[in-house]
């Protein structure tokens, strides 16, 4: 079973579209992410939510909407792309609160998203 | 803000050699830093954490150290082999506990 799964594992769209990108984790955990990393491989935080509840923005520009319909669940829909946008993004997930984080966050294998 | 650098982009080591990777960061004091290794197309993948009071961690041949007066963490893998050919990332917690922030890597290539 894998632990923290998203999809899809590849996604090419045009600009000005709208796409969405799964993850679920079955850890049981109460803190999920979502990371982007560049093709300079910067691993950066998107988001953070613990139990369903918005943690962290790290300055993501709205057209960027995480929705977590529970706790196993971190969504990321993405409206209006733009070619800036391609990127892996990646969904975490670890047992940590959400206001410390003294444990191991487990990675899902990433989106590669390409805007063209 | 806080800044985690990771001094080299990439290391070639002979299989057998101890492979050293450093981490450095600034403007903060975390409690905590974690490793992980990166392996193409796939996701990080935790490998060793280690908190401000202890001075070093050992897993298998892995071994991490954590300096917090020179803020610096130093990974090692001893009798390094090809399958260790990787990236390793550096993290640690941002300042709010909230998230890991991430060193940009460091890319080994062990070569037989």
């Known amino acids: 079973d894998t632990a923290v799964s998203q999809t899809p594992k590849y996604l090419v769209t045009q600009m000005g579209n709208d796409k969405s990108i799964k993850c679920e984790q079955n850890?049981?955990?109460?803190?999920m992410y979502w990371y982007k990393q560049d093709s300079k491989k910067f691993l950066k935080i998107m988001f953070s939510y613990n139990n369903k509840e918005l943690i962290i923005n790290e300055t993501v520009p709205n057209r960027f909407s995480p929705k977590s319909p529970d706790k196993a669940h971190l969504n990321l829909h993405i409206n209006s792309l733009e070619l800036g946008d391609s990127a892996v993004y990646f969904c975490a997930s670890s047992q940590d609160t959400g206001r410390s984080m003294n444990t191991e966050a487990f990675f899902g294998q990433g989106t590669r998203l390409t805007v063209v | 803000s806080q800044k985690i650098e990771q001094n080299s982009e990439a290391l070639n080591i002979q299989e057998g050699k101890t492979a050293t990777l450093t981490c450095n960061y600034t403007n903060y004091s975390p409690a905590y830093l974690q490793w992980y290794r990166q392996d193409p197309g796939r996701g990080p993948v935790f490998l060793l954490l280690i908190r401000e009071n202890e001075k070093e961690k050992r897993k298998e041949r892995l071994k991490v150290t954590f300096d917090t007066t020179l803020k610096q963490s130093l990974f090692h893998i001893t009798a390094s082999q090809p399958a260790d050919s990787a990236t390793y990332l550096c993290?640690?917690?941002?300042?709010?506990?909230?998230?890991?922030?991430f060193g940009k890597g460091t890319t080994l290539s062990v070569s037989s």
């Open positions: 993290a640690l917690s941002n300042q709010a506990g909230t998230a890991l922030i």
């Open positions: 850890l049981g955990h109460d803190t």
